[in-house]
């Protein structure tokens, strides 16, 4: 059964630098989404994408965060200078159509900030 | 806006007997209900959905849920729980006003420990 897929499944940064979550959705869905969760709270969304552009944003989504779909697999969540707040478990999910589709997600990356 | 509560942190049972998670929502439209389920080290996994007709609908694992307009609640039910379902279970609720491709709007999550 097809699956998303998502690297590296634990990434520890410094507070300031850059990181990249990369994210392989399955092959023929054309919707994607970027959600995180931080530690015992709720999960929320932060962006979805359609025909390589942002469809929505959360206010979380704000100008330290970017995606990026850069070939025809990768979905990418950059994250331009970490801060302790950011550290989470985010997911990227998938979606085949519109409608009354279920979101498939990936596993997750649980960032670390220090 | 669109809101989920799962009112219980944690939900605990003994291995055969039934369980229920419960979940309220709110929304301007009509609801299109999700559950979803999540073990260690593992991303959200898809238990079923409602979207319209009939208010029982079956899914995987021997899961169902409800869907109560008047109550505003769909709650997930199993008749006979396994220690294996112990799970972190989340709620999800998208507004028929908005666009199919909308985002999800999750509750906080209930976890369930299935007791032997």
């Known amino acids: 059964e097809p699956e998303v897929t998502q690297t590296p499944s634990h990434q520890v940064t410094q507070m300031g630098q850059e990181v990249i979550l990369r994210c392989v959705p399955i092959?023929?869905?054309?919707?994607f989404y970027w959600y995180r969760q931080i530690l015992g709270q709720k999960v929320e969304f932060l962006v979805s994408?359609?025909?390589?552009?942002?469809?929505?944003k959360s206010e979380i989504f704000d100008d330290q965060f970017s995606v990026e779909r850069p070939d025809g697999s990768n979905f990418t969540l950059k994250i331009r200078s970490t801060k302790l707040e950011d550290s989470a478990m985010y997911f990227c999910a998938s979606l085949r159509t519109s409608g009354y589709n279920e979101q498939f997600f990936g596993p997750g990356t649980r960032l670390t900030v220090l | 806006a669109q809101s989920v509560a799962q009112p219980e942190d944690q939900v605990n049972v003994a291995e055969g007997n039934p369980l229920t998670v419960k979940c309220t929502y709110s929304?301007?439209?009509?609801?299109?209900l999700f559950w979803y389920v999540q073990y260690p080290n593992r991303g959200l996994q898809f238990l079923l959905k409602y979207i319209t007709g009939d208010n029982l609908v079956k899914g995987s694992y021997g899961f169902e849920a409800e869907f109560n307009k008047s109550q505003t609640s769909f709650h997930l039910k199993k008749p006979s729980a396994l220690v294996s379902d112990s799970a972190l279970y989340f709620c999800a609720v998208r507004d028929s006003l908005d666009s199919g491709n909308t985002p999800l709007v999750f509750g906080k999550g209930t976890r369930l420990s299935v007791i032997a």
């Open positions: 994408f359609y025909n390589n552009e942002i469809s929505e």
């Open positions: 929304v301007s439209g009509n609801p299109y």
């Open positions: 092959s023929n869905h054309l919707y």
